[in-house]
């Protein structure tokens, strides 16, 4: 069974640092791109920042100089460390991987993690 797992949110003041993981397991044979996504609430979900197998990267306007997203392909975990936060940056963040190969069958999976809550108070 192939997994997306999210941790590191939490509740933080404004100005403050956080870093979230996400890491995939079970049985996967690659993955090319890999994202998070944030939705707060009363909003449509939107992509923060992307980052593809090679290490280019994306990142949203509102988070750019901000935020940095990394990948340790050999782990299958992607990164977004989050600086300088501020109230609107509160939402549920979610990992995706939009093309993940499965080792044991071959199937391709529109992969995504169930979310963690980044609240910042000000």
């Known amino acids: 069974q192939v997994q997306l797992v999210e941790s590191g949110g939490g509740l933080v003041q404004a100005g403050g640092s956080l870093r979230l993981s996400c890491a995939a397991s079970g049985s996967i044979f690659s993955i090319n791109a890999m994202g998070w996504y944030r939705q707060a609430p009363g909003k449509q979900r939107e992509l923060v920042a992307a980052?593809?197998?090679?290490?280019?990267?994306n990142y949203a306007d509102s988070v750019k100089g901000r935020f940095t997203i990394s990948r340790d392909n050999a782990k299958n975990t992607v990164y977004l460390q989050m600086n300088s936060l501020k109230p609107e940056d509160t939402a549920v963040y979610y990992c995706?991987?939009?093309?993940?190969?499965?080792?044991?069958?071959?199937?391709?999976?529109?992969?995504w993690g169930q979310g963690t809550l980044v609240t910042v108070s000000s």
């Open positions: 995706n991987a939009p093309r993940l190969r499965v080792g044991e069958t071959g199937a391709l999976l529109d992969a």
């Open positions: 980052i593809t197998s090679g290490g280019s990267t």
